[in-house]
C-alpha cells in the first residue's frame, strides 16, 4: 500500500499582487523556483475553508473540466494557514480587461461567447456548476482565446442536476437567487447572458445601472433583488445600435426570469450565435467626448458613422485611400435607433 509523502518543499516569489476575492483569497503573479517561471498563484486561507476536504476543492474542479477553454491547473498544495492553486499566467488578462481598453465587435463577442461557452459546456458535462461566470473570470490566452477561470464557487451537482450554493456575486445573481440556494446549470445560462450584455454596452452603462441603487454603504438591496426578481436589471432594452436583433434575443433569453423560458444548455446558446452574420459583426464603437463614433474597414474600404449628442448625425465612406465621401441615409439633423441599426447591417 503507497503511503502519503508530506515532506516536499515549494519555494516562489511574490512579484505583484493581481487580484483579491473578499477576506478568503488573494491571487499572485509569482516566480516558481522549481518551474523557473512566472505563474500565477492563488491563496486561499484555510480557516475560511468550512472542512479540509474543501481545501483541494477549487484545483481539483479546474484539474477535471481539462479543456482548451479552461484555464490550466499546473499544481495545488499548503501550508499551515494557506491552500495554493498554481495556473500560467496569461499576459493578455481577461475580458473585463480587454472592455476597459475598447468596445468589442460583434465578431469578438460571438468568437469569445462561443469559446466561453465550450469551456463551461466542459464544465457541466462533469457535473460542475460553475456560480461565477463573469467578465473577470474569462482569461485570454496568448492567442486571444477564451478561458474560463476561478472555480471557487464551483459546486458538484447531485443525482438531480442541482448544486447548492450561498456564496454569490452581487452584481450577477439570476431571479432565482433571491428565494432559494439551490440550483441547476441555467445558473451559469444567466450570467453567461449578463456577460454577453456587458461585452455589447461595455462595463460603464451596466455598472451605471447597478450604482442607480446606491453606494456600497448605502445598497438599496432589497431594490435590487426585486428589479432582479422582475427582470427589470439590467435593462433589457438598452443596447447600442450596433448589436443586431438576433444577438439582443439570444442575450434576452439567457437573461430569462423563469429558467425554464431560458436556453437550457450551453450548446444550444453557442447554436443561437451561430447564425448571427452579415455587415453588422465589425462595427467598431469609439466613444468620445460629445458625440459616438463608429468605424469598420472592409476589402480596402473605410466607413465612419458620428452621431453628435444633440442627435445630429453624419456618414462618410472612403475607398483605398481616396477623400472621404459622404453616406446620404447616415447624415440627418435628428437619428433614430432604427436608422442606425438598418446603416449598420447595410454597410
Same mark, same amino acid.
Given at each position: 500500500?503507497?503511503? &502519503? ?17 473578499? @477576506? *478568503? ?8 523556483? @522549481? !518551474? ?12 475560511? !475553508?468550512?472542512? &479540509? ?6 484545483? @481539483?474542479? !479546474? ?5 482548451? *477553454? ?22 493578455? #488578462?481577461?475580458?473585463?480587461? !480587454? ?28 457535473n460542475l456548476i460553475h456560480f461565477d461566470v463573469k467578465p473577470d473570470n474569462i482569461l485570454l490566452s496568448p492567442r ?8 471557487? @464557487? ?14 454569490? +456575486? ?17 445558473? %451559469?445560462? +444567466? ?5 454577453? +450584455? ?15 441603487? #446606491? ?11 426585486? %428589479? ?20 439582443? *434575443?439570444? /442575450? ?8 425554464? *423560458?431560458? +436556453? ?9 450565435? $451561430?447564425? /448571427? ?22 476589402? #480596402? ?9 444633440? #442627435? ?9 485611400? $481616396? ?25
Open positions: 500500500m503507497l503511503k &502519503p509523502y508530506h515532506k516536499a518543499e515549494l519555494t516562489f516569489d511574490i512579484i505583484n499582487e493581481i487580484g483579491q476575492d473578499g @477576506q *478568503n483569497s488573494r491571487t499572485f503573479v509569482t516566480r516558481d523556483h @522549481q !518551474l523557473d517561471a512566472e505563474i500565477v498563484t492563488k491563496q486561499i486561507l484555510k480557516a475560511k !475553508l468550512n472542512s &479540509p476536504t474543501e481545501f483541494f476543492a477549487e484545483s @481539483q474542479a !479546474l484539474y477535471a473540466s481539462a479543456h482548451p *477553454n479552461v484555464v490550466q491547473v499546473l499544481y495545488a498544495c499548503f501550508d499551515n494557514d494557506h491552500v495554493y492553486v498554481a495556473m500560467p499566467y496569461y499576459r493578455e #488578462g481577461s475580458v473585463k480587461n !480587454l472592455m476597459a481598453a475598447r468596445h468589442l465587435t460583434v465578431r469578438e463577442i460571438i468568437t469569445l461567447g462561443a469559446q466561453t461557452l465550450a469551456g463551461l459546456h466542459n464544465i457541466h458535462s462533469k486571444g482565446e477564451a478561458l474560463v477561470s476561478d472555480f471557487g @464557487q464551483a459546486k458538484q451537482m447531485n443525482f438531480s442536476g442541482v448544486a447548492a450554493q450561498d456564496r454569490l +456575486y452581487g452584481k450577477m445573481i439570476p431571479p432565482e437567487a433571491t428565494v432559494t440556494d439551490h440550483f441547476d446549470r441555467r445558473f %451559469d445560462i +444567466y450570467q453567461v447572458g449578463l456577460t454577453l +450584455y456587458r461585452m455589447a454596452n461595455g462595463n460603464d452603462h451596466f455598472n451605471a445601472q447597478f450604482e442607480a441603487y #446606491g453606494p456600497p454603504e448605502n445598497f438599496d438591496r432589497a431594490a435590487f433583488r426585486f %428589479d432582479v426578481r422582475n427582470g427589470k436589471f439590467p435593462d433589457r432594452s438598452s443596447f447600442l445600435p450596433h448589436i443586431p436583433s438576433t444577438l439582443r *434575443n439570444v /442575450i434576452k433569453r439567457c437573461l430569462e426570469i423563469d429558467p425554464a *423560458n431560458r +436556453y437550457q444548455s450551453a450548446i444550444d446558446v453557442v447554436n443561437a450565435m $451561430a447564425g /448571427i452574420d452579415g455587415e453588422c459583426l465589425d462595427w467598431q464603437f469609439q466613444p468620445q467626448a460629445e458625440k459616438m463614433i463608429w468605424t469598420k474597414r472592409r476589402e #480596402g474600404a473605410e466607413f465612419e458613422i458620428v452621431v453628435n449628442d444633440d #442627435g445630429s448625425s453624419v456618414g462618410y465612406k472612403s475607398v483605398n485611400g $481616396a477623400a472621404k465621401r459622404r453616406i446620404g441615409d447616415a447624415c440627418k439633423a435628428k437619428i433614430k435607433d432604427r436608422d442606425l441599426r438598418k446603416l449598420f447591417s447595410e454597410y
